[in-house]
Structure formats: C-alpha cells, structure tokens
C-alpha cells in the first residue's frame, strides 16, 4: 500500500497506531488569484529500489504509484523472484489517469499540432496502469483495468475471485490507484472550503469531508488451498443498490466503512448499520479516494495479522449514539471484518474477511489473501 502515509505495511501499521499530520498544502494558480488545497501526497522515490530511472523516464505519477505498490505486493507474498509468467492482473480506479489526461488535452489545445504527445495519450488512458505492471512484470496472464468509480473496488475483487474459482489463474495481482490532480484540488476548494485562500489546521480539521487523497494499495490473491495466510481470507463479495432492493449485511462482524464523505449515500449509514454494531473509519488516513475501500481491506489484513482494531477518528457520518465506534486499540476477536463502502446513487459494495480457517462460518471456496 502507498499513500500520503508512506509505503509499505509497516508505515500504515505505524500511521494508525500513531496518527500524525501528513497534509500537504498544495498551492496553484486560479482566476481568483492563487489558492492552498490540502491533500494527501504519495511519495514513489522507493520505485528506483526495484526498477532503474531509464526505464521510468516515460512512466507518469499514476503509473509509477501503481508499480511501486505492486512490487510492494509481490515482495510482501514472497514473489518478486520467482517466474510467474501467468499471474491474472486486474487495476481498479475511478479517476484513471487524471494529470496525464488533462495534460494531453491542454497540449493539444495550446500546439498547433493536433495529435498532442503520443507518450501523454498513451500515459492517459485507463489501462495506462494495468498495462505497465505486465510489462514490467514481464507477465502474460489475462490483464483487466475496471473503473466504476467507487466501487471500482469491490468490483474488481469479484473479478479476481471469480477467475480463481474458475482456475484461469493460479494467482491474482489485484488492487487500486487514484492520484491527485489541479482540477481535483481547485473542485475541492470551490465547494469545500468556501472563499477560503489558505487551508489552515482548524478548517481541515471541521471539515465533514475527508481531504483529497492520492495513492495505491495491491493484493496478491491465491486459492486458499495453494498456503495459510497471516492476513487473512476473502470470503465475500457483494455488490448492488439498497434503495432499489433489500441488502443483507453479515452477521457478527465488525464493519469498516468507506465514509469520506463525498457520497449523498453515507447518509444511510446509520441506518443500514445494526444498532451497537462494532465500526471503525479511517479515511482520515488515505483521505477521499474512489479506490479508498482497497485501503480498507489492507487494515482489515493487518487486524487479522495482529488480532487488533485499530482505534479511529470520529467520523461525521457516524452516529456515536446508535453505532459503537472503535476508539482506541481493542481485539480483533472472532468473526469477520466487513469492509463497506456505500456509493453514488445509492450503490453497495463490500469486501468480508476472516481472520480464522477455523470458523464455523468458514467457506470451503473462499480465497486467501
């Protein structure tokens, strides 16, 4: 995982144990003369540990976010050696490529050739991603980009469960990228901060919205028969839409909810919810992202590592009254972690995952992470 935390597990393992300020103020150029945006920046510097600079001197921000989480990922599952040559990919995002794209479109405006940079266009497109990782992976397995805004997520997870349940793949390079950009940040101040030209802590800090984040987070999935895993097991996916049909939650499971406050929907958490039910958000960590509930799934994988909920941040969209909010560090305990996102128009997805092979809700096809 990549964010505004650092890389790795262990930065977001220490970003959540102790919560720091990471915002970065980002300052730009307006009509309205210049104005500040916080946001939560990732940082690629680590890429060149795992690939030369030659060989990313094409290679924009998203791209390279993209790659350095999933070199990440294979180290992590002990697979960055060994010849994989078959490995299913699939990159969700609900942004795509923003900077590149943007980039293109203004160069195309502003020179007088019509055709723009063949390396912007090519840099801009939503498979730009997807595409690099198998090349410089060297991988020929099948390769899937998916963007359904914020539940690009939970849609690609059930992508990748469905391929390994059908043996196409032995193993699954999933996960998400989203990165920040001026027009990104510029919407964020018109409607958020109000006429507001510097961020300053105590604005950020009332805000009801999380501030923009940027980052990656990749999983590598297997059939759970192919090992154990200290993170866990994905034993559902399920996607729809509450307000035109019934939505059957798990039972006896704690919910992380993917409550950034960009959605009309987080209004119904409260109400989809089961009263005294166990929840946690940490937004605050990897900040407003469509590709948000990958992150979501990571901490759950590392609750179930270490047997701990980690404590969060209060969460406007949360009733503290009606819902019991994780706010401090307490045990895991048994049962499942449901992370649940709700999305625009009153769209649904989540991702459940068990901590115990033992369970008596265990699933015999479930896939491990």
Same mark, same amino acid.
Request: proline residues 4%.
């Given at each position: #995982? +990549?964010?505004?935390?650092?890389?790795?597990?262990? $930065?977001?393992?220490?970003?959540?144990?102790?919560?720091?300020?990471?915002?970065?103020?980002?300052? #730009?150029?307006?009509?309205?003369?210049?104005?500040?945006?916080?946001?939560?920046?990732?940082?690629?510097?680590? +890429?060149?540990? *795992?690939?030369?600079?030659?060989?990313?001197?094409?290679?924009?921000?998203?791209?390279? $976010?993209a790659l350095l989480s999933s070199f990440c990922a294979l180290e992590?599952?002990? #697979?960055?050696?060994?010849?994989?040559?078959?490995? %299913?990919?699939?990159?969700?995002?609900?942004?795509?490529?923003?900077?590149?794209?943007?980039?293109?479109?203004?160069?195309?405006?502003?020179?007088?050739?019509?055709?723009?940079?063949?390396?912007?266009?090519?840099?801009?497109?939503?498979?730009?991603?997807?595409?690099?990782?198998?090349?410089?992976?060297?991988? &020929?397995?099948?390769?899937?980009?998916?963007?359904? *805004?914020?539940?690009?997520?939970?849609?690609?997870? $059930?992508?990748?469960?469905?391929?390994?349940?059908?043996?196409?793949?032995?193993?699954?390079?999933?996960?998400?990228?989203?990165?920040?950009? =001026?027009? +990104? %940040?510029?919407?964020?101040?018109?409607? *958020?901060? @109000?006429?507001?030209?510097?961020?300053?802590?105590?604005?950020?800090?009332?805000? =009801?919205? !999380? &501030?923009?984040?940027?980052?990656?987070?990749?999983?590598?999935? !297997?059939?759970e028969e192919d090992g154990v895993s200290p993170y866990g097991y994905?034993?559902? /996916?399920?996607? @729809?839409?509450?307000?035109?049909?019934? #939505?059957?939650?798990?039972?006896?499971? &704690?919910?992380?909810?993917? !409550?950034? %406050?960009?959605?009309?929907?987080?209004?119904?958490?409260?109400?989809?919810?089961?009263?005294?039910?166990? /929840?946690?958000?940490?937004?605050?960590?990897? %900040?407003?992202?469509?590709?948000?509930?990958?992150?979501?799934? !990571?901490?759950?994988?590392?609750?179930?590592?270490?047997?701990?909920? *980690?404590?969060? +941040?209060?969460?406007?969209?949360?009733?503290?009254?009606?819902?019991?909010?994780? =706010?401090?560090?307490?045990?895991?305990?048994?049962?499942?972690?449901?992370?649940?996102?709700?999305?625009?128009?009153?769209?649904?997805?989540?991702?459940?995952?068990?901590?115990?092979?033992?369970?008596?809700?265990?699933?015999?096809?479930?896939?491990?992470?």
């Amino acid at each position: #995982m +990549l964010g505004g935390f650092g890389a790795g597990p262990a $930065m977001l393992e220490h970003e959540l144990v102790n919560p720091t300020k990471m915002v970065t103020t980002v300052s #730009m150029e307006s009509s309205k003369g210049r104005i500040e945006v916080p946001a939560l920046l990732a940082d690629t510097s680590g +890429l060149t540990d *795992y690939v030369g600079k030659r060989a990313l001197r094409r290679a924009g921000h998203y791209i390279r $976010m993209a790659l350095l989480s999933s070199f990440c990922a294979l180290e992590d599952a002990g #697979m960055l050696e060994t010849e994989r040559r078959g490995m %299913g990919i699939i990159v969700a995002t609900g942004y795509g490529a923003t900077c590149n794209t943007f980039d293109f479109q203004q160069s195309v405006i502003d020179s007088d050739d019509p055709c723009g940079s063949p390396t912007k266009f090519a840099n801009s497109v939503h498979n730009a991603a997807a595409g690099n990782i198998s090349l410089f992976l060297n991988e &020929i397995g099948p390769n899937l980009s998916v963007s359904q *805004y914020d539940m690009s997520i939970p849609s690609a997870f $059930m992508c990748a469960l469905q391929w390994l349940k059908e043996g196409r793949v032995d193993t699954k390079l999933v996960g998400g990228v989203d990165e920040y950009c =001026k027009v +990104l %940040g510029y919407y964020w101040h018109t409607r *958020y901060n @109000g006429n507001s030209r510097k961020v300053n802590e105590t604005s950020v800090n009332a805000l =009801k919205h !999380a &501030i923009i984040g940027e980052g990656a987070c990749f999983f590598v999935l !297997a059939r759970e028969e192919d090992g154990v895993s200290p993170y866990g097991y994905i034993e559902d /996916v399920q996607m @729809g839409n509450f307000l035109r049909g019934r #939505m059957r939650l798990p039972e006896s499971t &704690i919910f992380f909810l993917g !409550a950034d %406050g960009y959605s009309q929907s987080e209004d119904y958490y409260n109400d989809i919810i089961p009263a005294r039910a166990r /929840v946690a958000s940490y937004t605050h960590v990897y %900040g407003g992202i469509p590709v948000g509930p990958a992150f979501d799934i !990571a901490i759950a994988a590392l609750s179930a590592r270490s047997d701990t909920i *980690y404590g969060s +941040l209060q969460n406007p969209a949360i009733d503290y009254d009606k819902l019991n909010m994780v =706010k401090k560090d307490e045990p895991l305990g048994s049962g499942g972690i449901c992370c649940l996102k709700l999305g625009a128009d009153g769209a649904f997805g989540w991702i459940t995952l068990n901590h115990d092979n033992h369970n008596e809700n265990h699933i015999p096809d479930r896939n491990s992470q």
